[in-house]
């Protein structure tokens, strides 16, 4: 397969890349850490992109893209999963709720949500996961009962990231019982302000907290609220998370640090490594090619009105490997690394990817229940 995008493509890399350089600072490890000024980083980095239309450049301009191809957004999304994420929490906004408003949204809910996720104003968490429904979404408890005109919503979510700066949560509830549980569950979009929305943190070994449980107490929803129709939300979320298991180019961190270390340790150190630790590296390299081949895939398909959710998860399940696999290679590699400022921020750098190799097993759908799905999909086609 050709990696090349054309030349619109690479113009939008080396411009996203100087802007990185000039507004990130060079240790920058991403919007959630101890230090309150990356928050501000990523915030002033989110305006930044939006005044230049390379927020979420392939949307249409009537909802603040700029008609570009889903390439540039490929793009995008690579070169900023490859510097740490500097849209913060944007990404959740930009990659599968603006895409699901897009597809499923009513007039006035896509005139009221898109335009502020564009501008990178606004930040959405996902209200999916609950304490004895992670992996098997659709057994959730979270029900919605019918209120008068409305609904009154009730019940618990929990490992939700962002909630405690989220303005809006795209909830899954149940709203009726069914012969099969991905039956009678609808999608609505809550202001996190809600009377009776409760978020409590979650600690990690992640660092400062990302991760909450959410409880819901009566809290009210409307018509206006619903995504789609009443009773088909497994549908909405099934191609959600497709958009979402793609949208996180990871294979392109692990890229760049692997690239990055022979420089960083320089010629006499990387030649002083075992000969078996750089075939691990070139191993590596790789199986980066392999996660990017894959989610091409799936995007050209997401591009030409598809969503294959065994696809996506075929993807993820490489992405996972590529993340655990690559943590271990470069934490060796990084422990060669020199004292001085740059060996320090690329040991910094590794750790950080390190951490979040471990969760990542879990995240998105844990990497068992994706090859269940992959499975089913292979099944199904046979």
């Known amino acids: 397969m050709d990696f090349e995008m054309g030349e619109a493509a690479a113009r939008l890399r080396g411009e996203l890349r100087r802007l990185v350089a000039a507004e990130v600072p060079a240790d920058y490890l991403g919007a959630f850490t101890d230090d309150p000024a990356d928050l501000a980083v990523a915030q002033h980095f989110c305006r930044a992109l939006a005044d230049r239309g390379l927020l979420c450049p392939a949307w249409p301009a009537e909802y603040g893209g700029r008609d570009a191809s889903v390439w540039e957004q490929t793009v995008v999304r690579e070169e900023m999963w490859a510097h740490h994420e500097p849209r913060g929490a944007q990404y959740m906004g930009v990659n599968w709720v603006g895409p699901a408003l897009m597809r499923h949204g009513t007039v006035d809910q896509r005139r009221k949500h898109l335009p502020s996720i564009a501008r990178g104003e606004v930040i959405w968490c996902q209200g999916f996961s609950e304490p ?18 409305g609904w009154s919503i009730s019940g618990q979510k929990i490992w939700t990231s962002y909630a405690q700066l989220a303005q809006w949560c795209f909830l899954l509830a149940r709203t009726s019982k069914a012969e099969r549980k991905q039956q009678g569950l609808t999608v609505f979009l809550l202001p996190m302000s809600s009377p009776g929305l409760e978020v409590r943190p979650i600690r990690s070994m992640l660092g400062p907290h990302h ?12 018509e206006a609220d619903v995504l789609g129709r009443v009773g088909d939300g497994w549908q909405v979320v099934r191609e959600v998370l497709a958009f979402e298991r793609v949208g996180i180019a990871r294979y392109a961190r692990c890229e760049r640090l692997l690239h990055a270390a022979p420089r960083v340790l320089g010629e006499s150190r990387w030649a002083q490594l075992v000969p078996q630790l750089r075939g691990r590296w070139s191993r590596m390299l790789v199986h980066c090619r392999r996660a990017r081949l894959l989610a091409y895939q799936v995007v050209a398909l997401q591009d030409a009105g598809q969503v294959a959710p065994g696809d996506a998860a075929a993807y993820r399940i490489a992405v996972t490997r590529l993340d655990q696999d690559s943590a271990a290679v470069l934490a060796e590699i990084a422990a060669a690394a020199p004292e001085d400022e740059p060996g320090r921020r690329y040991r910094r750098a590794v750790a950080d990817h390190w951490r979040y190799a471990q969760a990542s097993t879990v995240a998105s759908g844990s990497i068992e229940m994706q090859r269940i799905l992959l499975s089913r999909t292979l099944l199904e086609a046979a």
């Open 211 to 222: 991760l909450n449980e959410v409880f819901f107490d009566g809290v009210r929803a409307t």
């Open 132 to 149: 004895d429904s992670g992996s098997d979404l659709a057994s959730l408890r979270t029900a919605a009962r019918p209120d008068g005109d």
